[in-house]
């Protein structure tokens, strides 16, 4: 009786979590569908519920350039990631050097470092190499993580060195049996880092906000927010955006719930 009663509250606290988190998600959608002269109404459901509104922010704005470029950044910063991280992780696995584990901890070490306290850095760079206002600018801060090398590095640890010697032995590379052997063995991992990747990247405001200085070149959470400002009380319009820029990742987290739950799971097992 009493695991059923502490089961029951258990189920009743997630669920009410559950509907907090979905509120305002679904308060957003409904309002995006509205006239402007419902907006202040009190009513949950739309009287007349419109497409009008997203027809205007699709073709009435630079949304959709916003969201290619939020799509580039986020797309190839993922990709250099992936690749980058597993590289220096299976380099500080499976290779004995000298120095090997300084260089891992130094790593580690960024992992405390604020961003706000990079931003000044890169932004002088960026300065000094004509990096401000390109694809370059936004990208060149993401395209190694520590975090990423951390995680795939603790993967590599697990593969068995006896697959990776017979790779050697068969005339292998270094680098071939990287790809061809180990690579392929860490897909859980790959794919827990590139979706937190894509996702983190897709989300990213403070530093594009800064480097970027034309419209057309925003990405989408900062040409959304930029948006909100310019549209003043347009809330119909503000939540039509807003939901738009939501669609990948909510697409993403559906699509890819399984390989992120197995992440997250094999992380804390391999950490």
């Known amino acids: ?58 073709f009435g704005t630079q949304f959709p350039r916003w969201f290619l470029n939020s799509l580039v950044v986020a797309s190839l910063t993922t990709v250099s990631v992936l690749f980058f991280d597993s590289l220096v992780g299976y380099t500080l696995a499976k290779l004995r050097f000298p120095g090997r584990n300084l260089i891992f901890v130094l790593i580690l070490a960024t992992l405390m470092v604020p961003t706000e306290m990079l931003v000044i850095p890169w932004y002088v760079m960026s300065v000094d190499y004509g990096w401000v206002n390109t694809f370059w600018g936004i990208l060149f801060p993401g395209l190694i993580s520590a975090f990423g090398v951390f995680l795939m590095r603790q993967f590599f640890e697990s593969l068995p060195t006896d697959l990776l010697d017979a790779g050697r032995i068969d005339g292998l590379s270094e680098f071939g049996v990287f790809w061809r052997v180990a690579f392929p063995l860490v897909r859980p991992a790959l794919a827990a880092l590139g979706i937190f990747t894509f996702l983190g990247n897709w989300n990213a405001f403070l530093w594009p906000l800064i480097i970027i200085q034309t419209p057309d070149m925003r990405t989408l959470p900062v040409g959304v927010a930029l948006f909100s400002g310019e549209a003043g009380t347009a ?28 992440g997250v799971v094999l992380t804390g097992v391999k950490g």
């Open 1 to 58: 009786m009493n695991r059923r009663l502490s089961s029951f509250f258990v189920y009743a606290l997630l669920t009410l979590g559950a509907l907090a988190m979905v509120f305002p998600f679904v308060w957003m959608f409904l309002t995006s569908l509205k006239s402007f002269q419902e907006l202040f109404e009190l009513r949950w459901l739309p009287r007349e519920p419109t497409l009008e509104n997203y027809r205007e922010v699709l």
């Open 235 to 262: 809330w119909h319009l503000i939540m039509a955006a807003s939901s738009l820029a939501v669609i990948p990742v909510l697409v993403v987290f559906f699509v890819f719930q399984r390989q992120i739950i197995e």
